[in-house]
T-cell receptor, first 114, second 111 residues
Framework: KAGVTQTPRYLIKTRGQQVTLSCSPI?????VSWYQQTPGQGLQFLFE???????NKGNFPGRFSGRQFSNSRSEMNVSTLELGDSALYLC?????????????FGSGTRLTVV | DAKTTQPNSMESNEEEPVHLPCNHS???????IHWYRQLPSQGPEYVIH???SNVNNRMASLAIAEDRKSSTLILHRATLRDAAVYYC????????????FGKGTKLSVIP
């Protein structure tokens, strides 16, 4: 079956702009999480959506937001981009919530802010 | 969340077993131990998880110490495709809806 699909794969934006990243989870998976990966900070949790509701949020500023649609597809938005937002953004989906569920990650969107 | 300590890097010869250690001495009694790996240019990949008993799946085995303060991920025959960063992640048994990644162990496999 198809894996987690993230689009676009690469993106270059200018400081101050905003960006929207998309994630299509595995069919049937209702939980979608987002992570940011940078060389300095490693992998950090951004937020989790389940049944179209944000259930958890990491320690990121309000410029980072997201949403989930009724078909479980998710988008994340970053407004007023800063140079430090350059990172690999990863989406992960799971068939359920909780400790006995594993996550399937996509290959990520590489965002470069110039 | 419980803190973890993993070696920064390890090397293994191809087709030999690999034992990747993780120390999680502050783990609570209800924390599960999850392992993920990240191959170059890819997102992390779930490997295995367990609570108290040793666990096996098609990818690896997980050996959990009796006091649960450490665990070891075992790859029975390393292949070049196993070269990746391996993350040991304790997850609380209740209310755990995110993964907290540390720095992991970078495994190199020598042909």
């Amino acid at each position: 079956k198809a894996g987690v699909t993230q689009t676009p794969r690469y993106l270059i934006k200018t400081r101050g702009q905003q960006v929207t990243l998309s994630c299509s989870p595995i069919s049937g998976h209702r939980s979608v999480s987002w992570y940011q990966q940078t060389p300095g900070q490693g992998l950090q949790f951004l937020f989790e959506y389940f049944s179209e509701t944000q259930r958890n949020k990491g320690n990121f500023p309000g410029r980072f937001s997201g949403r989930q649609f009724s078909n479980s597809r998710s988008e994340m938005n970053v407004s007023t981009l800063e140079l430090g937002d350059s990172a690999l953004y990863l989406c992960a989906s799971s068939s359920g919530r909780g400790v006995n569920y594993g996550y399937t990650f996509g290959s990520g969107t590489r965002l470069t802010v110039v | 969340d419980a803190k973890t300590t993993q070696p920064n890097s390890m090397e293994s010869n191809e087709e030999e077993p690999v034992h990747l250690p993780c120390n999680h001495s502050t783990i609570s009694g209800t924390d599960y131990i999850h392992w993920y790996r990240q191959l170059p240019s890819q997102g992390p990949e779930y490997v295995i998880h367990g609570l108290t008993s040793n666990v096996n799946n098609r990818m690896a085995s997980l050996a959990i110490a009796e006091d649960r303060k450490s665990s070891t991920l075992i790859l029975h025959r390393a292949t070049l495709r196993d070269a990746a960063v391996y993350y040991c992640i304790p997850r609380p048994g209740a209310g755990s809806y995110q993964l907290t990644f540390g720095k992991g162990t970078k495994l190199s496999v020598i042909p």
